[in-house]
């Protein structure tokens, strides 16, 4: 029985704490990273020297620190820290939350509510917030690690600040490392090779970082472990990328963008890292065709056929040996010489489309199926091009009261070199046509 009941006025162990809890910051200065933020200079360090902390989201990924920094702004102002989730919290919830910091308020005590992935609220729970952040029933730190702009409406971003927290580097996991080495009272079993392993398994997750650290320690061990001996008892984290999130956005921003630098180990590290997070290879598929019409166009034809050539052989192949042939089209693609004439041409082409939209085609290049049509002038006075010297008439194609445009302007660059030729030469007999 007495195993099953406290022994009256003996203290109860305290349970088992995880180390990331024993380790969390207890002020500010402590916290690792984010300098840019928490420094003298920074926008929260600024707000904690002026005593003015307003309303804020932090986004950034997941092991930055958000939730440690929301408790420890709440103890810097002398605030009522209440924490919630987006995802187990309801409309009731809320209301009882609400009054609860209102009657904070009229005890004279502010409430800091922090909310976790406050992106998970719909729009109408997010607009509930509002009215009590006006009248300074909560102070609101919403944190997330979604795009700010795309998840969280207008009027909501416009009462707090966004305060972008960035992934923790290889130095401030290593610091993190040591903090946990000097809580647990000893040194990692890992020699220097497997110790850089294990900081770069985490991937600028602190908390993750710590969590790989128990594991290690909970292990007995005779020596310290190695790289490739770390390797096979530790699954490395998986990384970050979201296929409907601004990850996707920004790494297929970073392959088409080294793709147009002519950096093709940067497009295949990239190409590589999609196909890691589990991207379709034909969403990569298609956008590697499209970068070969926007980037290098007439430049290299070639590489557009090379692009639907590595797609169908993807489809005939499948996965993993067809994302070889995408790889391919990829680093010819980032060889070949870049245009964007065609391009740029085709948009200013729209843009006068809609500009003279109304404006009919000159009569001498209008059909005329009907007898009518030919008595009222269609087709009237065209010249057959072939039947001209050079097989060029240059005749006018615009309609009567729009200016000649100049939209194609190719670049002296692969294969528009030549076409850049054929536009000066039909420039020169197109002159030489109308002034005859």
């Given at each position: 029985m007495s195993d099953l009941f406290d022994t009256p006025g003996k203290p109860v162990p305290e349970a088992p704490r995880p180390l990331a809890d024993r380790l969390r910051p207890r002020t500010l200065s402590e916290v690792i990273g984010q300098g840019h933020v928490l420094g003298p200079d920074g926008p929260l360090?600024?707000?904690?020297a002026a005593h003015s902390l307003s309303s804020l989201i932090l986004w950034g990924p997941p092991g930055v620190g958000k939730t440690t920094i929301?408790?420890?702004?709440?103890?810097?102002?002398?605030?009522?820290?209440?924490?919630?989730?987006?995802?187990?919290?309801?409309?009731?919830?809320?209301?009882?939350?609400?009054?609860?910091a209102k009657i904070r308020r009229q005890n004279g005590q502010g409430t800091l509510l922090f909310v976790d992935e406050i992106h998970r609220f719909n729009k109408a729970q997010q607009d509930g917030f509002l009215p009590y952040m006006e009248d300074g029933t909560i102070l609101l730190v919403g944190a997330t690690t979604e795009n700010p702009s795309f998840e969280l409406n207008a009027a909501l971003l416009s009462r707090a600040q966004v305060i972008i927290l960035e992934r923790l580097n290889l130095t401030d996991l290593e610091l993190l490392a040591q903090r946990a080495e000097k809580d647990l009272n000893r040194a990692l079993p890992l020699n220097g090779d497997a110790r850089e392993a294990l900081i770069e398994m985490a991937d600028g997750d602190g908390r993750a970082l710590l969590n790989l650290i128990e594991q290690i320690t909970a292990w007995k061990l005779d020596k310290p472990l190695t790289r490739d001996q770390l390797a096979t008892r530790l699954m490395r984290r998986a990384s970050k990328y979201d296929k409907s999130g601004e990850e996707h956005y920004n790494l297929i921003s970073a392959l088409h963008k080294s793709v147009r630098g002519s950096d093709p180990d940067a497009a295949l590290y990239w190409f590589a890292r999609m196909l890691e997070g589990g991207e379709d290879p034909r969403f990569l598929a298609r956008r590697i065709t499209r970068m070969a019409v926007e980037d290098i166009g007439l430049a290299d034809p070639q590489a557009q056929q090379i692009c639907l050539e590595s797609w169908n052989t993807y489809e005939r192949l499948g996965s993993p040996e067809g994302e070889l042939a995408l790889a391919q089209a990829l680093v010819y693609l980032a060889l070949a010489p870049k245009s964007n004439a065609v391009y740029?041409?085709?948009?200013?082409?729209?843009?006068?489309?809609?500009?003279?939209?109304?404006?009919?085609?000159?009569?001498?290049?209008?059909?005329?199926?009907?007898?009518?049509?030919?008595?009222?002038?269609?087709?009237?006075?065209?010249?057959?091009?072939?039947?001209?010297?050079?097989?060029?008439?240059?005749?006018?194609?615009?309609?009567?009261?729009?200016?000649?445009?100049?939209?194609?302007?190719?670049?002296?660059?692969?294969?528009?070199?030549?076409?850049k030729k054929r536009i000066d030469y039909f420039v020169k007999l197109r002159a030489k046509r109308n002034d005859s």
């Amino acid at each position: 029985m007495s195993d099953l009941f406290d022994t009256p006025g003996k203290p109860v162990p305290e349970a088992p704490r995880p180390l990331a809890d024993r380790l969390r910051p207890r002020t500010l200065s402590e916290v690792i990273g984010q300098g840019h933020v928490l420094g003298p200079d920074g926008p929260l360090g600024a707000m904690i020297a002026a005593h003015s902390l307003s309303s804020l989201i932090l986004w950034g990924p997941p092991g930055v620190g958000k939730t440690t920094i929301a408790r420890l702004l709440a103890h810097e102002s002398d605030l009522a820290f209440v924490q919630i989730s987006a995802i187990f919290t309801g409309v009731p919830d809320l209301r009882k939350m609400f009054e609860s910091a209102k009657i904070r308020r009229q005890n004279g005590q502010g409430t800091l509510l922090f909310v976790d992935e406050i992106h998970r609220f719909n729009k109408a729970q997010q607009d509930g917030f509002l009215p009590y952040m006006e009248d300074g029933t909560i102070l609101l730190v919403g944190a997330t690690t979604e795009n700010p702009s795309f998840e969280l409406n207008a009027a909501l971003l416009s009462r707090a600040q966004v305060i972008i927290l960035e992934r923790l580097n290889l130095t401030d996991l290593e610091l993190l490392a040591q903090r946990a080495e000097k809580d647990l009272n000893r040194a990692l079993p890992l020699n220097g090779d497997a110790r850089e392993a294990l900081i770069e398994m985490a991937d600028g997750d602190g908390r993750a970082l710590l969590n790989l650290i128990e594991q290690i320690t909970a292990w007995k061990l005779d020596k310290p472990l190695t790289r490739d001996q770390l390797a096979t008892r530790l699954m490395r984290r998986a990384s970050k990328y979201d296929k409907s999130g601004e990850e996707h956005y920004n790494l297929i921003s970073a392959l088409h963008k080294s793709v147009r630098g002519s950096d093709p180990d940067a497009a295949l590290y990239w190409f590589a890292r999609m196909l890691e997070g589990g991207e379709d290879p034909r969403f990569l598929a298609r956008r590697i065709t499209r970068m070969a019409v926007e980037d290098i166009g007439l430049a290299d034809p070639q590489a557009q056929q090379i692009c639907l050539e590595s797609w169908n052989t993807y489809e005939r192949l499948g996965s993993p040996e067809g994302e070889l042939a995408l790889a391919q089209a990829l680093v010819y693609l980032a060889l070949a010489p870049k245009s964007n004439a065609v391009y740029t041409a085709y948009k200013a082409a729209r843009a006068s489309a809609r500009e003279t939209g109304s404006q009919p085609p000159p009569l001498h290049i209008r059909n005329a199926p009907t007898k009518l049509m030919k008595d009222i002038g269609y087709g009237a006075g065209y010249a057959y091009d072939h039947d001209a010297e050079d097989s060029f008439s240059g005749q006018n194609y615009f309609p009567d009261d729009m200016k000649r445009p100049i939209y194609y302007t190719p670049p002296e660059r692969g294969f528009e070199r030549e076409l850049k030729k054929r536009i000066d030469y039909f420039v020169k007999l197109r002159a030489k046509r109308n002034d005859s």
